[in-house]
């Protein structure tokens, strides 16, 4: 899913269309996040019928407590959940009969993660907000994110071998492939469990010798553990056709 961000408005006279931005939504990478204004909720206060205030305000408060929700679940289903797409912020505008409106969504050339969202919140509104780390999502999950994106539509992503090589039995899927280029691409978390790992790495000796034509890289991020360090100078050394490039830096270059 590609990170994007969409300012939220009040419609304060549906003859003139005139409209006070309220907020800010932003999906996809780290998120979804969410900013309403305090300052601007008491501006609208101060011109709306209380009731109409208070509809709008019950509003606000059901997309907050659906964002908060999202982001204390598994991580890895925020980062691919489609809760916040454009048709589901139509239907969240419709139950506010219009009088609340999401902006066309725009994308996001950048890793959303508290840091950037506090950035253009800053940047909208000219307030400094403190939001709320959630829980760190583990590598593959940052990495199929990542790889998702636009970014690289022009390669064939989550590919079986079958598809390369239809001769082959192998039942192994291939994050990203270029079959022109004859290049692979593979993410590998050298900290994972020793069985998880060893599955990952028999994957990729798998790949290159059946697959032997093409260049094959390895996507990681920087081993933090002794044992996964220790199995990552191991992987070097054992398969030197290999091309091994720091998640960091990989992101930087694409």
Do not use: C
């Not at 800010?24 to 300052?39: Q, W």
């Not at 840091?115 to 709320?132: H, P, R």
């Amino acid at each position: 899913m590609e990170s994007f961000y969409s300012i939220i408005y009040y419609k304060t006279n549906a003859l003139t269309d005139e409209m006070v931005s309220v907020g800010l939504l932003a999906g996809g990478g780290e998120g979804p996040f969410l900013y309403v204004s305090n300052a601007r909720m008491d501006l609208l206060k101060k011109v709306l019928h209380p009731n109409t205030f208070l509809s709008a305000r019950r509003h606000l408060k059901f997309l907050s407590e659906k964002v908060g929700k999202h982001r204390n679940e598994a991580a890895g289903l925020l980062l691919f959940d489609p809760v916040f797409s454009v048709e589901q912020m139509e239907t969240l505008s419709q139950r506010s009969k219009n009088a609340i409106v999401y902006s066309q969504p725009v994308t996001i050339n950048e890793w959303l993660d508290v840091k950037f969202f506090a950035e253009l919140t800053q940047s909208f509104f000219g307030e400094i907000i403190n939001v709320e780390p959630k829980k760190r999502p583990v590598f593959h999950l940052k990495w199929k994110a990542f790889y998702h994106s636009t970014r690289f539509k022009s390669w064939e992503r989550d590919l079986q071998i079958s598809s390369i090589l239809p001769s082959s039995l192998l039942s192994l899927t291939i994050d990203l492939v270029n079959k022109k280029d004859e290049k692979i691409i593979k993410g590998i978390d050298f900290d994972l469990s020793e069985a998880r790992l060893n599955s990952k790495l028999f994957e990729v000796e798998l790949i290159i010798n059946a697959l032997p034509q093409f260049q094959v890289t390895i996507i990681h991020p920087t081993p933090k553990k002794k044992k996964g360090k220790s199995v990552f100078d191991a992987t070097r050394e054992k398969y030197s056709k290999l091309v091994f490039q720091e998640f960091s830096e990989f992101k930087k270059l694409n």
